[in-house]
């Protein structure tokens, strides 16, 4: 792209909606002929404050998009893509709201893979970071790209465990490419950025602002056929996702939780709402008709721990406080609190916040 078409693009994106932008590209073709234009030429596409803020901009496109050209030169694997390129994902083009202007970091080839969403909460369970991880993982060695949005829990064991296959991962961000949110993922960005890709539609410099993230998760679930749920509660950011991902014709998928656990409600709700029940790998592969080969057994659900062990009999599968697991297997507490260290040291029971403790099942 060059200088005078970025700073073009820039221009108009900093300053309008993308529905007024995409107004007049339709009627003049390209962003250079949009702005020269004029106001006469913007007449009926845009109101008032529009035009006003085309023709007095209070951000110097200039300087962005040298600062852009500058980013773009600093490191390997960096680039833009626009809606009229050739390798702009169909599916991403085919939502109802495709974002115009992309920065891309890292494999830009896995745009054209077959895509699946895997989103979640952001304090999940231990099992639900263990499901998002081996899920991710089997969607991967099955020849998936597992689309997430980088931030903390159900989205980064995502990342982890797709970035373990060659199947990659894309992580959307609600920031500039140039920030990393959360600063808790630097480590997992700079890998994606090496492994899979780093997407945003948002300019250099942007900050992850709260109405940021809304938008990528729409960008989220239309580069991707399907939209995995691995855990959520009632109201979150992974049941918008959900939403536009249905609203968008995509296949919703569901992994069923505690009745109890408030994690597993969101994902109960979507079940009701029609989404697919997803117990087991081989479960989602047969949903998205994926190519016949192995396929790693990765169920979510049934139990693989010793069945004779008391205690873990005792535990069942929904979070249990100590004092309650001393009634249920009648062991003192000095006892109980020696054997779940030891079961917690061997993965199979996970410490959770306020003094709770959950079996964990590993594939």
Request: net charge neutral; glycine share 10%; proline share 9%.
């Amino acid at each position: 792209m060059q200088p005078e078409e970025l700073q073009a693009w820039l221009q108009l994106l900093q300053h309008l909606s993308r529905g007024a932008c995409r107004r007049l590209l339709a009627r003049h073709g390209s962003p250079q002929a949009a702005l020269a234009a004029g106001p006469a030429g913007w007449q009926g596409l845009l109101r008032p404050e529009q035009i006003q803020a085309l023709r007095q901009p209070r951000i110097d496109a200039g300087a962005l998009a040298r600062r852009t050209l500058d980013w773009l030169q600093a490191a390997p694997r960096r680039s833009l893509l626009t809606l009229g390129d050739a390798d702009y994902p169909p599916p991403l083009l085919n939502s109802a709201d495709p974002p115009l202007l992309l920065y891309l970091e890292g494999r830009r080839e896995l745009l054209t893979s077959r895509c699946i969403a895997v989103v979640g909460s952001r304090r999940p369970s231990a099992q639900g970071r263990d499901n998002a991880h081996q899920f991710a993982q089997g969607l991967g060695r099955a020849g998936f790209c597992v689309v997430s949005g980088l931030a903390l829990g159900i989205d980064g064991a995502a990342h982890e465990g797709a970035l373990e296959t060659a199947g990659g991962s894309i992580a959307v961000l609600g920031c500039g490419l140039d920030q990393v949110y959360p600063p808790q993922h630097r480590e997992l960005a700079r890998r994606l950025a090496s492994q899979g890709l780093l997407l945003s539609e948002y300019a250099l410099g942007a900050p992850p602002l709260a109405e940021h993230f809304p938008q990528r998760n729409r960008i989220i679930a239309g580069l991707s056929e399907g939209c995995l749920v691995v855990e959520a509660a009632p109201k979150s950011g992974s049941l918008i996702t959900a939403r536009l991902a249905a609203e968008a014709g995509r296949e919703v998928f569901a992994i069923p939780g505690s009745i109890h656990s408030p994690l597993a409600r969101g994902c109960h709700e979507l079940l009701k709402q029609g989404a697919a029940l997803v117990g087991s790998l081989q479960d989602l592969l047969d949903e998205l008709q994926a190519p016949p080969g192995p396929v790693p057994q990765a169920s979510a659900l049934p139990p693989v721990e010793p069945p004779e062990s008391p205690l873990l009999q005792a535990l069942g599968h929904d979070p249990i406080s100590l004092e309650q697991l001393m009634q249920r297997c009648g062991w003192p507490a000095d006892q109980l609190n020696a054997a779940l260290l030891e079961l917690e040291l061997e993965g199979l029971v996970a410490r959770l916040p306020g003094a709770l403790f959950q079996r964990r099942v590993r594939a």
